[in-house]
């Protein structure tokens, strides 16, 4: 490779990066959540109107799942307690969707997005609960048992595989309640963010 390619390839890397959105500052803050990220309001409301999830439930699914980083990675996994021994799933990106998962929901909606995009992430929260929903009666409003399906798989949901996780019931309170914070936030502020929309 001539040095021209190199630093051409170094440059392309470090625009890449460049353009990758941080995290929001505050994210117990759903108001200021979209405030950073006008078109985060924008997408969470059309994932709203297309699938009927709250745009405060899928985005405390989000905020517990990546914490709102593009290219989030489960934990690597070791062999023997030491050896890095690849990843605990194929989970990746703002909604933590693994491969096969995503695959169904490309297939299912023609959808060819990326799960690094934060649109096609949350669009991707919207078809899962809404799938959920449909296929076991668990209200979209639900949080609480929506993330337990969500963490667990419909199949594993149904098996109440989440009895023998404490943690994870805790978790999933704990996503409930930072739903119920959200969505009481939004009211306070979408008259706001209606009228930002506005300008556009």
């Known amino acids: 490779m ?4 190199f630093w051409a390839l170094i440059l392309v890397g470090v625009i890449t990066a460049g353009c990758a959105t941080a ?19 924008e997408d969470s409301l059309e994932m709203q109107q297309q ?8 985005m405390a699914i989000m905020k517990q799942e990546s ?12 062999l ?12 990746y990106g703002y909604a933590q969707a693994q491969d096969p998962v995503w695959g169904e929901y490309k297939d299912g909606t023609g959808n060819g997005g990326s799960r690094d995009n934060f649109d096609d992430a949350i669009m991707f929260i919207g078809w899962y609960t809404a799938g959920t929903q449909k296929q076991l009666g668990i ?24 009895r023998s996780k404490p943690w994870l019931m805790q978790v999933a309170r704990k996503v409930e309640q ?12 979408r ?7 506005g300008w556009f």
């Open 2 to 5: 001539n040095k021209g390619r």
């Open 23 to 41: 995290p929001p500052k505050d994210q117990n803050n759903l108001c200021n959540i979209f405030r950073e990220y006008p078109d985060w309001y």
């Open 51 to 58: 699938y009927g999830t709250p745009q405060h439930v899928a």
């Open 67 to 78: 914490s709102f980083v593009h290219d989030a990675l489960p934990p690597r996994d070791y």
């Open 80 to 91: 023997l307690w030491v050896i890095p021994w690849g990843r605990v799933s194929s989970a």
């Open 139 to 162: 209200s979209k409003w639900d949080t609480y048992n929506q993330y337990l399906a969500y963490h667990e798989g419909r199949g594993g949901f149904s098996r109440g595989t989440f």
């Open 178 to 189: 930072q739903s119920k914070v959200y969505g009481a936030q939004l009211k306070q502020c």
């Open 191 to 197: 008259g706001e963010l209606e009228d930002d929309g």
